[in-house]
């Protein structure tokens, strides 16, 4: 029995996923009863709240078919199809008849270019307190109350303190002279951007509690420090991307300074601060909006206008000022809790300062049609972030690797695919893990996990759950290297570092102690992905995917790159459509026969090869 319709099959639906503005989209479909009278496409404008009907006009192969004009502004457009019988009318919705579920159709504004240069590249995470140290850091007249580990190996402080307080106050030194002086090992893993976790002055080791936006934490070095960073890794072709906490400040802070430790007044001493109208006090100062309700986060009043000009609008604004020290980019922090006009605001100054950076947005969910504080955002409409976080991804390939079906990893990715405007796909931020997620490796290789912070603080993989955990981490890798979007590499899981959640998975990088095998996996997999085009910027067609087995090819003209990956604990035998003679396994060099255009490949047990 032929489908009635399928979203994403261009022969009811054309182009494929979002549309650009005033685009003509086709729609058709085939009811497969010869009973039908008619059929409607009923379309609903989110932003708008507008509704509109399309009749669809008979053909002789059995379809219905007709055109919409897509809204000249950025709109998110609900459909659905009304089938009409001599009888009566019934609706087809997304899961079938009598659904009032609607397909999603994106309209977003292409007149802002993305940069191409971010989804092309690799991304390399780094919490900059525990990557690298040329020297024993003194806090001597340092904000906050601060204890510096002597031994670079020593375990981050987790336990809270005689107060029950976890005060994250403990630091081990790193600092952007350090991450200079590794530029040449990043260089040598393909990396092209370089995501810092935030570098401005704070009181704690994490720095998501700024006390100072203008000011480089001076643990961390200085701005020259800086900028001598974003122009070494320039000569290496990597740009730096900033991580902008914007939401809220640190209460140890020149804004709020509940310490009084900075000589201006801050809001939580006086209503006569300059700064007073950035926090929501009832009453002042006891109480005060705070993020999730911590206390040493005050929330931020993003519509004060003292607080935009400072941030954004000022000649040399916070974001504006950055971007001339040598950022190419920002990551907004909780970027579901600052206004959609806020991020445009960012993109707008980014595009006058510097049109060729970068705005990516910390959103856990599909960012296309996410619903926060009872808002419908726009993150990807084409004025405000150019890509997000695909954590969706994550959860998605997680869940495969540790035994699940790749069909659901396809179809959960088909949706994104479909949803996001193929800048915005293609530009997505792609993890398996990050400063904010237990250690990839962990998480694919403990068994029987224990219900402490104790017992997670001591546990380590043995042997065999270090191999199959590794093993597993290659096939992942191989998926992610192989993905649209910029694959992602939190700093030490090329090393095989371990760890539980935050802030177990913030250890320091082993230099010296890396795993030297899975080292050199992931400088092969970096390489491929600088020289192939088609890894870079290719179309996705998945060629299998069902159980353990998930095949996907990318192509872009006559270039062609397949990820061809088991995670299953069974070999596999696949076979695909192959246009030559001869296929080369990127990896290892070995070549396939292709006779007749087919390539029979057996998988081992949790294996995969890329061929090209």
């Known amino acids: 029995m032929s489908k009635i319709f399928d979203s994403r099959d261009t022969e009811y639906k054309s182009p494929f996923g979002a549309a650009v503005c005033g685009a003509t989209v086709r729609f058709a479909v085939r009811p497969g009863d010869e009973n039908v009278t008619g059929v409607t496409l009923l379309l609903r404008r989110e932003f708008a709240g507008t509704e509109q009907e399309v009749a669809l006009s008979p053909g002789d192969d059995g379809r219905w078919q007709g055109v919409y004009t897509a809204p000249e502004e950025p709109e998110l457009v609900w459909y659905a199809f009304r089938f009409s019988y001599p009888e009566g009318q019934r609706l087809y919705g997304l899961h079938g008849f009598d659904d009032q579920a609607r397909w999603q159709l994106t309209v977003y504004d292409d007149s802002r270019p993305t940069p191409a240069w971010f989804g092309r590249g690799i991304t390399y995470q780094i919490f900059p307190d525990r990557f690298c140290r040329t020297r024993g850091p003194d806090p001597a007249g340092m904000v906050g109350d601060r204890v510096v580990h002597q031994d670079w190996d020593d375990t981050p402080v987790w336990r809270p303190d005689t107060q029950g307080i976890i005060r994250n106050n403990d630091f081990f030194g790193g600092s952007l002279a350090g991450i200079t002086s590794r530029l040449d090992y990043l260089q040598s893993m393909g990396v092209g951007t370089l995501y810092l976790c935030p570098i401005f002055e704070s009181d704690s080791n994490h720095r998501y509690d700024t006390a100072d936006y203008r000011r480089i934490d001076p643990m961390l070095g200085t701005e020259e420090d800086f900028r001598t960073l974003c122009r070494e890794a320039g000569c290496r072709g990597i740009r730096v991307m900033l991580d902008g906490v914007f939401n809220h400040t640190g209460s140890n802070s020149r804004y709020f300074n509940a310490q009084g430790f900075y000589p201006e007044l801050g809001a939580a001493q006086s209503r006569e601060s300059q700064y007073y109208n950035w926090y929501s006090f009832h009453p002042w100062p006891e109480d005060y909006d705070a993020w999730w309700g911590i206390r040493t986060l005050p929330a931020v009043q993003e519509s004060a206008d003292s607080y935009r000009r400072f941030i954004i609008r000022d000649g040399d604004s916070v974001v504006r000022h950055w971007l001339r020290q040598g950022a190419s ?185 890396e795993d030297q095998e899975l080292l050199a996996f992931f400088r092969q997999l970096g390489q491929l992905r600088r020289e192939r085009l088609s890894m870079q910027e290719g179309d996705l067609t998945y060629l299998h995917a069902r159980s353990g087995v998930l095949v996907l090819r990318r192509q872009l003209r006559d270039e062609i790159t397949v990820a061809a990956l088991n995670a299953g604990e069974d070999a596999a035998e696949v076979t695909i459509p192959w246009p030559r003679e001869l296929a080369r396994e990127a990896l290892t060099f070995q070549q396939f026969y292709a006779p007749g255009g087919k390539l029979r490949l057996r998988l081992p047990p949790v294996s995969g090869m890329i061929l090209i």
């Not at 808002?375 to 699940?404: I, K, V």
């Not at 191999?467 to 998926?479: N, S, T, W």
Request: proline residues 6%.
């Open 329 to 513: 980019g920002w990551r907004l922090d909780v970027a579901d809790e600052l206004p959609d006009d806020f991020i445009a605001e960012i993109r707008s100054a980014m595009d006058q300062e510097k049109p060729d950076s970068f705005l990516l947005g910390e959103v856990w969910e599909d960012g296309s049609n996410k619903i926060a504080y009872s808002q419908r955002r726009r993150y990807l409409l084409g004025s405000e972030t150019h890509g997000l976080m695909n954590y969706p991804f994550r959860t998605a390939a997680l869940d495969w690797l540790r035994g699940g079906d790749a069909a659901v990893f396809r179809d959960t990715m088909e949706v994104i695919r479909e949803h996001y405007p193929r800048p915005a796909f293609y530009s997505a931020l792609n993890i398996l893990g990050t400063h904010d997620t237990p250690r990839i490796l962990t998480l694919l290789g403990a068994e029987d996990v224990p219900d402490t912070k104790d017992g997670r603080a001591a546990y380590r993989l043995s042997p065999a759950q270090r191999q199959k955990g590794q093993a597993r981490l290659r096939v992942g890798e191989m998926l992610l290297y192989c993905f649209p979007g910029s694959p992602t590499v939190y700093y030490g899981d090329e090393a095989g570092m371990e760890g539980f959640e935050d802030p177990l998975n913030r250890g320091t990088y082993p230099w010296g102690r």
